[in-house]
């Protein structure tokens, strides 16, 4: 009997004609007929050679089956092997690279450190018991904790469709309450004081003259555009044009983005010195974008220490470079600007997104909210 491998391309496949094309990311899958009648398994790889490791084991079961000996129960899954293969598909997902590497964390690292000290090794063992005793050891906060247990649920999904487990045991965990903290923001007078702290000093002119103006003027970028500090730090110079306006596709949602910025900012970030790439305004262009980012975020970190900036009852406030964004955010919504443009300038997928994190500060909706308040005040006096 001979088993034939062939891919079930996607609909986005280029080879999708050719069924024989071995270099996609395809599902491959086997065909072969028995007895008469011919029968397609899916081998649950995207890896041609494993595909032929599978086609293999599939001639060999019947060829022990046509020799008469009864086929063996299948070995169950370990946890090792699903969580390699869940990656793998991740991977094939196209998905960023801070994103697998949550991933990576959670299961690889974590999940399977804690399986084997716990003598937890096939999958089928990994039961509602242990996964809440598994929980109970992470040190997370609320938000990060439900972020992992989604991603718990979407593996056990992942293993189910695979096959290897009946139900979901993740479904199971309780839910994790998060209480979601009003958006922080910087006020004009607070603006005033970072900008006027990130203004280079004579003696850093003169120790680095090319990199002494870039601090002030990435403040400026993120502050007047809303861009997050990945796509500001890595934004190019042909990204700004001769209108002032900002065009490029986020790096977290991949969603275009144009926004205007002020004459005065667009022309300090043209007269930035070209050094050390002419084509990026604040990185090298060369090594991981995210190194560029933690160089950049230890830089405004220093700048907000340096400002000292404290809330009314004169306890320090914490800041973070995100909040240059929900300044930006902010300012439209006050301003009157309708919540879905917001959101097309911030390029948000979806405009829940920015519903969940800035609809407090919407003009038009606590205009509307006054005024039902101060209708119930006719003929009433207050005590």
Known sequence: MLVHIYARHSRSCPHRSDPQWKRCRCVRWVAY????????E?????????????ARSVEQRYERIAAGEKPKPTEPTTVAQAVA????????QQLTASTLSKRVLWFEKDMLTWCRANAVHFLTDLDLSHLRQWRSSWELGPLAAQKKQEALRQFFTFCVSSGWLRENSAKGLSKI?????????????????????????????????????????????????????????????????????????????????????PQSVAQELRDLPLFPNPRYLFWSGSGNPETAVKHWHHKLSKLFKKVKLFHLDCTPKRC???????????????????????????GHSSIKTTERHYAPFVQARQEQLSASVKATWNGLSPV
């Open 33 to 40: 007929t028995f007895e008469g009648r011919q029968r397609r």
């Open 42 to 54: 899916s081998t649950k790889t995207r890896s041609h050679e494993q595909a032929t490791v599978y």
């Open 85 to 92: 293969a869940y990656l793998e598909d991740k991977r094939a």
């Open 177 to 261: 309450k998060v209480t979601h903290k009003p958006t922080d923001y910087f006020t004009d007078d607070e603006m005033k004081k970072i900008l006027r702290a990130a203004e280079p000093t004579r003696e850093e002119y003169e120790r680095h003259p090319s990199r002494a103006p870039k601090l002030h003027a990435l403040v400026l970028l993120m502050r007047w555009s809303g861009l997050a500090i990945r796509d500001a730090v890595t934004l190019e110079r042909e990204a700004l044009n001769a209108q002032n306006q900002i065009f490029l596709y986020r790096a977290k949602t991949g969603v275009s983005v144009c926004v205007d910025v």
């Open 320 to 346: 973070h470079p995100h909040m240059f964004r929900n300044s930006f955010a902010v300012g439209l919504l006050l301003a009157g600007v309708p919540m879905h443009s917001v959101s097309l300038l911030l």
